[in-house]
């Protein structure tokens, strides 16, 4: 699909870790540097910019990238999006623009009141791997949005990992709590085991190992068989011995009520965040 969206000029509105992130990945699929361009006020960003390929524009002036870009992607943090989007919903843009948005929270609502119900709008929830290329990111749109521009999105969220559509904007809250704040669940589970490894007598680096080896070689399981994620778990789990010792603690500790609160918790709070 790369090939096809060759010409497209895609520009950053914010050039920081998410937008270095997307740019690299465009650019390992083949994107020209020079069909992308980047606004960032801070001139160490752009230098970083600029060491992914010299030939991408870069600029501190938000407007005149937004008025030369067919796809135009908003990477600021969600606390100044409206102080950075509501003057570029002033200025005449290409028409048939597309403007994404992969800040946390912001709506389409919100996005259609700086650019106008008739823009093609679309909000993604990217999540922290997406910074080495193993994101999973969550798409909605407005319904303008036609399947080519769905598809040009598809092609720039996939520069930093998968990306999946939802129809149902309400979903992202769901989206946020499973996969967008998810590192955080694993980061979690990691640190125990390397504290408790710390304790068992390894030291911290071999701890550090032990631990995160472990959770990257049962995520490439999962992530590529195509058995039940439980039938896993019983494959590794003989009766009566070490893991069925493991697990019968951690059921009994009620950790699937546990986790179910706790996602239902991160939705909830991706909801009231929405609301503000
Ligand atoms: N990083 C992640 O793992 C992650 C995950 C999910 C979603 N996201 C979303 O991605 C978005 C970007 O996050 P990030 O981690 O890339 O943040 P970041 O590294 O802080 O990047 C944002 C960049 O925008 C710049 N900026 C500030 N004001 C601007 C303006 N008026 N015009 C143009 N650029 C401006 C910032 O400069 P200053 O440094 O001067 O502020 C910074 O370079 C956020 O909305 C976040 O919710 C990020």
Redesign the pocket.
Known sequence: MSGKYINTHIGF???????QAIIRGLLQAGHPAKKISV????AE?QQLIKALAEEITCTID?ATLAKQCDMLVL????Q??N??AEPLGQINRPDNQVIIS???GITLASMSDWFGTDSALIRV????P??IGEGMSGLCATTNVSNTDKQQATYVMEATGKALWFEDEQLMDAVTAIS?SGPAYFYLIMEIMQEVAEEFGFDKKTARILSTQTALGAGHVAATANEELSDLRKRVTSPGGTTEAALKTLEAGGIRDMFRNALQAAKERSLELGKN
């Open positions: 509105i914010g050039g920081g870790n998410m937008a606004a960032d006020p801070i960003q938000n990477a600021v943090k969600p100044i999006m102080t950075v992969v800040a946390a929830m990217p999540n922290q997406a910074l967008g």
